[in-house]
């Protein structure tokens, strides 16, 4: 059977970053007249002669989002289970060279956690723990799962890549969907910026959705991480190109995405390329417009006023008053963050935001005793 490490080993990075650079005026306006878009498309979407046509790229998305989704947008917290990790990554302050205080929850701190973000009216959470499997594995996440599901809309994971039996072991016990980044398609680079762990197993990693399809598990999120190779354009369409492939075999799941820029940690890199607001949303804009049918997410990473200018045009999930250390809604401790967030406002504030500019919040989805 073929995989996407197949297809991956067919695109020449250096050959995609010169097709995208020489693209013209002319190649945009010609891909925008279309009324049907296939998967290169995206390389005049992504070029920076699109950047002129921002405003007209943001129409379209909306338009495109307002179609298949209305004005709505749903609120999720990500709760930090754990800070062990046993990798060693440039960028991330879990990482396990960083003499951090290190903490697991245990079963009446996540319960805490659970009903300080319940309070603020988010049913839809998101489980997120360095990648440590000895103290946060299987076993771990089965128990946390089964403590909580009840609670909630709708529970999704992003931790270390699991193997096909475990993911089929969380699903049937309630795990809803899984996100995991690729943080970059360049193998050169992603060898730099993974020193120790089993995280530096490039293609593990890019086998992971594949394996979380093959269990029909119900959403699976894709992303990278802008600023650990020098082209995010280029990751951007490898991204593209893994999409695609899915959608294609697998179009039983249901996708998202999520485009991440570095963010300051403890002991963390200078990213080795920019992405300015205006890329950012162009690039979001691309995917739209290439991808209508999945859902783009947004996280409390980005600061107020991108937020509330991008949220609009063409988000489907946001993160809204964010801890992103374990017990840090209940404790607030910073020490322990895996990076800092740029958006410290509570959901009611963004929700309020959000609500005078034409959107329907999704606080919560269905009530579990109804069944999926």
């Known amino acids: 059977m073929q995989s996407f490490q197949k297809i991956w080993e067919t695109i020449q990075w250096n050959k995609i970053a010169h097709e995208i650079s020489i693209c013209k005026d002319y190649n945009v306006q010609k891909t925008l007249s279309k009324k049907i878009f296939y998967l290169n498309d995206i390389i005049p979407l992504l070029s920076k002669a699109a950047e002129p046509y921002l405003e007209e790229l943001s129409q379209i998305a909306q338009n495109l989002t307002h179609i298949r989704f209305g004005k709505t947008i749903r609120f999720f917290a ?44 988010i049913s839809h959470i998101l489980l997120v723990s360095g990648e440590h499997e000895k103290i946060a594995g299987i076993d771990y996440f089965s128990k946390i799962i089964l403590l909580i599901r009840k609670k909630f809309s709708s529970i999704l994971m992003e931790v270390q890549p699991l193997s096909e039996q475990n993911y089929s072991v969380l699903k049937n016990l309630g795990l809803d969907g899984v996100i995991i980044y690729q943080e970059t398609y360049n193998i050169k680079s992603y060898s730099q910026h993974h020193i120790r762990g089993k995280k530096q197993n490039f293609f593990w990693r890019l086998q992971t ?17 802008v600023g650990l190779s020098n082209n995010w354009r280029v990751d951007c369409y490898f991204l593209a190109c893994h999409i695609y492939y899915l959608r294609t075999i697998y179009w039983k799941s249901n996708y ?65 008053g964010s801890k992103t250390q374990p017990g840090g809604y209940v404790t607030s401790k910073t020490e322990l963050e895996q990076f800092s967030p740029q958006d410290h406002r509570s959901p009611k504030e963004v929700a309020d935001v959000l609500i ?16 999926r």
């Not at 005078?356 to 069944?371: E, F, P, R």
């Open 256 to 320: 998202s995405i999520s485009i991440l820029r570095l963010r300051p940690c403890l002991n963390g890199i200078q990213p080795c390329s920019i992405m300015t607001d205006r890329e950012l949303l162009q690039a979001m804009c691309a995917f739209r417009i290439l991808f209508p049918e999945i859902e783009i997410s947004l996280s409390t990473r980005e600061s107020e006023k991108f937020r509330d200018h991008v949220a609009p045009i063409l988000i489907n999930n946001i993160s809204a």
């Open 78 to 121: 990500p709760l930090y289970l754990s800070n062990f990790c046993a990798n060693d990554c440039t960028y991330c302050g879990f990482s396990m060279k960083n003499k951090i205080r290190r903490k697991v929850l245990n079963e009446n701190e996540v319960l805490q956690e659970c009903n300080n973000i319940l309070q603020n009216n």
């Open 209 to 225: 959705p594949e394996r979380l399809a093959q269990t029909n598990m119900e959403k699976i999120g894709l992303g990278i991480l």
């Open 356 to 371: 005078k500019k034409g959107l329907s919040i999704i606080w919560k989805d269905w009530d579990y005793y109804l069944g």
